[in-house]
Nanobody, 116 residues
Framework: QVQLVESGGGLVQAGGSLRLSCAAS????????MGWYRQAPGNQRELVAI???????NYADSVKGRFTITRDNAKNTVYLQMNSLKPEDTAVYYC??????????WGQGTQVTVSS
C-alpha cells in the first residue's frame, strides 16, 4: 500500500555531510510516524531518528547533535541531514513509515560510506 524510496547516499570523508531523502507514495496516512534506521554488516538494524506528523523527534544517542530529521508533508518526504560524519556511521540506511491503522513499511535502503 505504501512505497518508500530512499536517495542521497554515497561516499564521504569523515567530518563531511550528506542529506538523505525518502519519498513515500501510495495509500499514505498523513498523520503517521517516519524515520530512519541503519544496519552495518554483521550488526542488527538500529534506530537512528524518528519524527511524527507534528514534527516531534527522537534520536539515537550516537547521532544527537550531528543528525537532523525533518519532513515535508505536502511532498510526502522525510529527510535526514547528516553532519560531522564518522566512519562508524557507515551503514545501509532504511526509511521507515508507521501508522496504527495503515501498518509498517520499509524502503530498500541507501548506502552511506564514511572514510577515514
Amino acid at each position: 500500500q505504501v512505497q518508500l524510496v530512499e536517495s542521497g547516499g554515497g561516499l564521504v570523508q569523515a567530518g563531511g555531510s550528506l542529506r538523505l531523502s525518502c519519498a513515500a507514495s501510495g495509500n499514505i496516512y498523513s498523520i503517521n510516524n517516519m524515520g530512519w534506521y541503519r544496519q552495518a554488516p554483521g550488526n542488527q538494524r538500529e534506530l537512528v531518528a524518528i519524527i511524527n506528523s507534528g514534527g516531534n523527534t527522537n534520536y539515537a544517542d550516537s547521532v544527537k547533535g550531528r543528525f537532523t530529521i525533518t519532513r515535508d508533508n505536502a511532498k510526502n518526504t522525510v529527510y535526514l541531514q547528516m553532519n560531522s560524519l564518522k566512519p562508524e556511521d557507515t551503514a545501509v540506511y532504511y526509511c521507515w513509515n508507521y501508522h496504527l491503522v495503515g501498518g509498517e513499511y520499509w524502503g530498500q535502503g541507501t548506502q552511506v560510506t564514511v572514510s577515514s
